[in-house]
């Protein structure tokens, strides 16, 4: 019989916020194992248990014994168990079948299977990041007589929220806050291209190359799951990168 999981796991309105790839859930999970960062366990009828993130596989994450004997028991007997943590302000919710206590790198621990899915929710709409290489959009114009014609925009920056734009195309395109940009093809690197709507939230002309061009930050507008699902595997990838590199450079 299929498992009934509550909305409070994620369903519904924070379905854009999850990780479903196995890949992306490792990497976040690794991102706190990293940090040796504090994770928060309770079951159903339990006080939160304070916990260490302390190792991950393939299909396991291990977390330190809590403290209080009496919780550890209770959590070990529940068949569901739910946990928070966080990375860099970014909340990390996630639930896991049932724990077993074993040793890990010789000191006790607490094994759960890895989850299917992880809630990467943060405060603020996403953090952005500048891509590696050149990356780029699409943007609708129009040219002499109105007739349809597009302007290839550098992507300086992406999140799951929003890009910034630097147009390679100085012409007749005008940008002003508020202004929407429908059928933007937005080309992300080993992806087939997407179509958003980009709503201008700020716009100014800015010297690049001895070039007047506009720079704009925008938002998306009414992105689909799938495509969300798709911005976010693209920005925890980055993130991943950007983090090996503050750690190559310590």
């Not at 960062?37 to 291990?62: E, M, P, R």
Request: aromatic fraction near 4%.
């Amino acid at each position: 019989m299929t498992e009934s999981r509550p909305a409070a796991e994620g369903e519904g309105m924070y379905d854009k916020y999850m990780l479903h790839h196995p890949s992306d859930i490792r990497g976040c999970l690794r991102q706190l194992v990293d940090r040796h960062s504090i994770v928060l366990v309770h079951a159903a009828g339990t006080d939160n248990a304070v916990s260490v993130a302390l190792g991950v596989d393939a299909s396991s994450l291990w977390v330190d014994v809590p403290r209080d004997p009496e919780l550890t028991a209770r959590l070990l007997a529940a068949d569901r168990l739910r946990f928070e943590s966080s990375i860099e302000r970014i909340t990390v919710r996630f639930a896991t079948g049932a724990a077993r206590e074993v040793l890990h790198e010789g000191l006790p621990a607490l094994q759960i299977p890895l989850p299917v899915k992880v809630m990467h929710l943060q405060r603020r709409e996403y953090v952005r990041r500048e891509p590696l290489g050149t990356i780029s959009c699409l943007l609708p114009a129009h040219g002499g007589q109105g007739a349809p014609r597009s302007v290839r925009a550098t992507i300086a920056d992406i999140g799951g929220g929003g890009l910034a734009v630097l147009t390679s195309d100085d012409a007749t395109l005008e940008m002003k806050t508020g202004d929407l940009f429908p059928g933007v093809l937005l080309e992300l690197p080993e992806q087939e291209p997407m179509s958003v709507v980009l709503r201008v939230q700020h716009a100014q002309r800015v010297e690049l190359n001895g070039r007047r061009v506009w720079r704009a930050g925008c938002s998306f507008v009414d992105l689909t799951v799938g495509d969300q699902a798709r911005l976010l595997r693209y920005v925890m990838q980055l993130d991943r990168l950007h983090m090996a590199r503050l750690r190559d450079d310590v």
